[in-house]
Structures are given as structure tokens and as C-alpha cells.
């Protein structure tokens, strides 16, 4: 049985590593317009408007019933055939948008969840100094709500962070990506793909320490 070459690990650490910015990019920019799509897609659930509500459960069940990779797929295989305007969409494009609209389908479950959990009192009072549902949602129940789904959120921007990693079979080079090559050129393949499962490792266990502190940061005014 051949050992590691450990040697090859640990040149190929850096190499990975200036593929980081770039997966989390991907990451934080899909995770911003997911938080947007999602705080919208959970206040009309809660509010049901007649003529919206069928499309939204609609876009809910299909994005949460369908796999990531076969989304992907579609975003940058598929549409262009169906709209030519989206010919010109790149890997990290498409990419993003897949992550975007995957995420925001379960993250509006969570959303709407922790909206339905503030206590009735708060919506009552609010209506009773005569506040709108718009200024109610923003000023009283979303900050409140935001409290409870946050925790929530960081792990599914954890899982943003791994399901990247599909994003390589677009054509994008990103840690995956470049592991893949990188194995590809050397026939080392479980030293690459060991070096980057430990590199995502390394990351999310960073991010479970961040969402440990928030979750301590965000009780201290209710631990009294």
C-alpha cells in the first residue's frame, strides 16, 4: 500500500487556498440575494396575497424538491436553449443564481417560521398605535424574528459554502475545481481531494465558532 505524499499536500495547500475568494464570493453573494428573496417569499406566507400565494408555493416546492446539482443544470444548460438572452451566462453566474434560488426556497420556510413565532402581542400593539403591515414587518416582527432565524441561516450559509463545490462541473475553477485538476496532472487523487475536503473543513468549523459567538451575542439581552 503506497503512504500519503505528504509532500505534495502540503504544496498543494496554497494552491487551493488562492481559490478561497472565490468560493466564498460565490457564497456571500448568493447568500445576500437569497436573505432578500427569502424575507420576501416568507412575508407574502405570512400575509397569503390571493393572487401571489400559488406562485410562491409553487417556487418553494419545486426548489426544495429538486436536487442542486440538476438546478445548476438547468441554469446553464438548459435556459439558454429557451432564452437567448442568457446565452452569454458564465459559470459563477449561473452558479450563483442556482445557489440563490435553491437557498431562498428553504431559508423562506425558516423566515416565516420565526415571523409566526413572534408573540401576538407585539403584532397587536404595533396595529393598535397605527402602524402599516410594512412598517409593522420592518420596524417590530422582522427584527425580532431575525433573532431566532439567525442561527439557522449561518448554517445554511455553511451549506452555501460546500454546495460551491458543484459549481466546478460548470466549468468554474474554484477549490473544487482546481483539486480536480490538480489531481487530474498528478493521478494523486485522494491527496487532492483529501487537501481540499480538509481546506472546506477548516472553514466551517471557523463558521461554527462565528455562530456560537452570534448566538451568544443575540440572547444576552433575553438571558436577564
Known amino acids: 500500500m503506497q503512504g500519503l505524499d505528504l509532500e505534495y499536500m502540503l504544496g498543494l495547500v496554497p494552491v487551493i487556498l488562492g481559490y478561497v475568494p472565490l468560493t466564498l464570493g460565490m457564497a456571500a453573494a448568493a ?44 441554469f446553464y444548460y438548459g435556459l439558454p436553449q429557451v432564452l437567448s438572452v442568457l446565452t452569454s451566462i458564465d459559470g459563477v453566474t449561473a452558479a450563483i443564481m442556482g445557489l440563490t434560488l435553491h437557498f431562498s426556497a428553504y431559508m423562506a420556510e425558516t423566515i416565516r417560521a420565526a415571523i409566526l413565532g413572534v408573540d401576538r402581542s407585539q403584532w397587536e400593539a404595533a396595529q393598535s398605535i397605527g402602524m402599516t403591515q410594512s412598517q409593522m414587518m420592518r420596524r417590530i416582527i422582522l427584527p425580532q424574528a431575525a433573532r431566532v432565524a439567525a442561527p439557522t441561516l449561518v448554517n445554511y450559509f455553511i451549506d452555501m459554502i460546500k454546495g460551491t463545490s458543484l459549481a466546478f462541473t460548470l466549468g468554474v475553477t474554484e477549490m473544487m475545481g482546481a483539486a480536480q485538476k490538480e489531481a487530474a496532472g498528478s493521478f494523486l487523487y485522494f491527496e487532492a481531494f483529501l487537501v481540499v475536503a480538509l481546506i472546506y473543513w477548516a472553514m466551517v468549523e471557523l463558521l461554527s465558532q462565528g455562530q456560537a459567538w452570534l448566538e451568544t451575542q443575540l440572547n444576552k439581552a433575553y438571558a436577564r
Do not use: H, K, N, Y
Request: no cysteine.
Open 31 to 74: 447568500m445576500v440575494l437569497a436573505l432578500v428573496l427569502a424575507a420576501l417569499l416568507a412575508v407574502e406566507r405570512v400575509f397569503r396575497v390571493a393572487w401571489l400565494d400559488w406562485a410562491v408555493v409553487l417556487f418553494i416546492s419545486f426548489f426544495r424538491g429538486t436536487p442542486l446539482l440538476v438546478q445548476l443544470f438547468l
